[in-house]
């Protein structure tokens, strides 16, 4: 993500008539933030600045997100490497982990309420539903934060077992779903959940990185209001 927020800081500190940074420099200060950023570009701003600065650079990045950015290259041998479990390894023993990684997965969203909703591909989909908003939102954040941690210890034992390396990368979305049981006429029919909500969701959980979760407005927004 450097390429983009270096850009847009950069058009922002254009915008107030200031010297750009060395690229260089604010390249290798992204990873501590834009608060860190702005605070190179800005030296002289005061905290009430920063943070009027902050809320005009975040309005930029949100307008140029992903313009420039980049997977780096082991990262994006780590997810290819988690989506082809299934050519590397006997159809059993993936099966096998298919279900390890649901029941684990189920067993950590039911602490919190949460239903395991089954898997395509390397897809699983959690919902919480039956709850406020601000609860709801909360216990998926909680259990996305549990699983991270629980499929660390997953992720270490399949590659000392089986040579593969994985890495889970999560989306949080809040909105409106249509949940049924659904299946082919004479089939085991399954709980199911449709809709605009679950298709965001997916594509937030194909943004985040390895190891990561991204969060849709409406949850930031939700989650804003605890605090």
Known sequence: TAPDMVAVLHELQRRHARPTVDHRVARNN???GALRLLSI?????DEHALQKLLAEYLGD???????????????????????QIADMLEPDIVIELVN???????????????ESLG???????IAFRGAPPLQTTQKAAQTALALQVELTGL?????????????????LHLGEAVFGE??????????????????????????????EFVLS???MATLSVSN
């Open 41 to 45: 570009a800005f030296p002289d701003a």
């Open 182 to 211: 659904s299946g082919a006429t004479g089939a085991t029919r399954i709980m199911s959940a449709f809709g605009d909500t679950v298709t965001i969701a997916e594509r937030l959980a194909r943004r985040s990185r390895a190891g």
């Open 217 to 219: 407005d409406a949850v």
């Open 155 to 171: 992720a270490e034992r399949w590659k000392n077992d089986y040579g593969v390396e994985t890495a889970a990368a999560m989306g």
């Open 30 to 32: 992204v990873s501590h």
């Open 61 to 83: 990045y949100r307008a140029n997100v992903c313009v420039a950015s980049a997977v780096f290259p082991p990262l994006d041998e780590l997810l290819r490497q988690f989506e």
């Open 119 to 125: 898997v395509q591909n390397d897809t699983a989909l």
């Open 100 to 114: 390890e990684f649901l029941s684990l997965a189920g067993e950590t969203a039911a602490r919190s309420g949460g």
